[in-house]
């Protein structure tokens, strides 16, 4: 539980500071924090200045500006951030800047964009932070991991011996099953259409390896 005295010294700390030093700061109170406290600071903080847009939901607020965060790529419909609390160091969260809760919801043109952008980011994370994998996540719904209110593309670096846990048990499905679900979630493809999708913000010589 965190005290409104000490929601209001925080945000009173923030005001007093610059836009980067206050992402900083606003980083360093955060990490002193179990998860639980965070969401609350990043509630509160996000309620009051929001008026509680979109059931005060922080990436909304962080969207619009009004959380400091450590910002890698962003644009008119995106933005991709540093997760304060990652599963490795260099884990970034893209999220549209218009409210969804999952996936489903985010219009195909936007989702597009994104699966582009957090493959670039995928691939910085080869180059730049000497990743030896990456995984790029995407957990809809409570049941599926889901601990955000507003859909997450998680993009983590991944490292030899680094714990991080990703994985199921196999089930066994019989072959006349199989052939059962795949007709009841065929999906046919469109008709192509003429979309290009600019290069941006990436290296020419950025591969991955
Ligand atoms: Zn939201």
Redo the contacts with the bound molecule.
Sequence with gaps: MVSDEKIEEIKKELMSLGPEEQQKKFQEILKEMDPEEQKEVIEKLTGKKAGGG?GG?P??SMAKGEIPVTTVYEDSDMMAILDINPANKGHVLLFPRE?ASILAEVPDNIVSKMFVVANKIAKTQFEKLDAKGTNILVSNGQIAGQTA??VLVNIIPRFEGDKVAIGWERKQVPEEELAEIAKKIEIKPEPKKAEIVHEEGLKEETRVP
């Design positions: 979109e939901c990436f909304c409210h209110p507003h």
